[in-house]
């Protein structure tokens, strides 16, 4: 079989599983992207360009929760595992952590060449609950610590993190990235592609739970390159401390998918930002002329 008979063969077998889960939960499965749906049909049909990867989300009620399980396929899917992440408001950040992980942990054990997401929902369904229990409780046991906290504030810290991640693709994830820091008044950027950089700036806890919640996810590689900190002698100077003033995506693509360094290094230029340059990727940015 050649690699494009392989590829369809795979593909076929996502839209199979697409269209039966689109059956079951035809209000609660949204798919990210139908341009890449419509891709992916036509190269079944006459294969010539490869897709972009299938990516959607399907939404799960249980025991008054909602958890959402964020799916993306790669085109040797369900040869090659899926990359999966669910996610809830009704857990902490502790028991989501751990919730993925089993999921990871479950997910290796289907073979490969079945698909798989249908089980994926089912697993979560029976084992949900005591995510949900354990994090009711820690959130109680917590309560007292925080009014301790805010009865008897400590320092604030202004932090700026610079992350690496091998690649950024997925909307979904793109989404939550920038969903997140807005939700904890945190500025910068992220620049999907390959390799994929995040720059997230503002008070440092909320830096800290931004982080928390997004290195949870499935990614092939992603880390803190460099944390810049120092204290906040007054709250209301945390604006005059921001290098950027709202959070964005940024492009900055070049022919091969990957994006190109100049640009990225005049970007940061822009932001008296260029000292990470060499932080980030080993080596000193320079300017062509």
Not at 128 to 135: A, D
Not at 160 to 189: C, M, P, Q, V
Request: charged residues 25%.
């Amino acid at each position: 079989m050649s690699l494009y008979e392989n590829i369809k063969e795979n593909l076929t077998a996502q839209i199979y599983e697409l269209e039966a889960l689109q059956s079951v939960y035809p209000e609660e499965l949204v798919i990210a992207d139908q341009g890449i749906l419509a891709d992916i049909n036509n190269f079944i049909e006459f294969p010539q360009e490869l897709p972009q990867r299938l990516e959607y989300s399907i939404k799960i009620s249980e025991n008054e929760a909602i958890i959402e399980l964020q799916v993306c396929l790669p085109n040797d899917y369900p040869q090659e595992k899926p990359e999966v992440y669910a996610r809830t408001s009704s857990l902490d950040r502790t028991q989501q952590l751990l919730l993925n992980e089993a999921l990871t942990s479950f997910l290796n054990t289907n073979e490969k060449g079945d698909p798989c997401i249908y089980s994926l929902i089912s697993w979560l369904q029976d084992n949900i609950e005591k995510y949900l229990q354990n994090s009711k409780v820690n959130k109680e046991s917590n309560h007292e610590n925080e009014k301790k906290e805010h009865e008897q504030p400590g320092e604030l810290s202004f932090a700026r993190y610079w992350i690496y991640s091998h690649h950024i693709y997925s909307k979904l994830k793109r989404r939550d990235i920038i969903n997140l820091a807005k939700e904890h008044s945190l500025t910068g950027f992220c620049l999907p592609g390959k390799p994929g950089i995040i720059c997230i700036e503002g008070i440092k806890t909320d830096c800290e739970l931004w982080w928390q919640k997004i290195k949870v996810m499935n990614w092939h590689k992603i880390l803190i390159k460099l944390i810049e900190d120092e204290i906040l002698n007054d709250e209301n100077n945390i604006n005059t401390m921001r290098k950027y003033h709202n959070f964005q995506e940024i492009s900055f693509p070049s022919s091969d998918r990957h994006n190109d360094m100049g640009q990225l290094l005049t970007y940061l230029t822009d932001h008296q930002s260029q000292h990470v340059f060499n932080e980030i990727f080993g080596i000193k940015g320079k300017f062509t002329h």
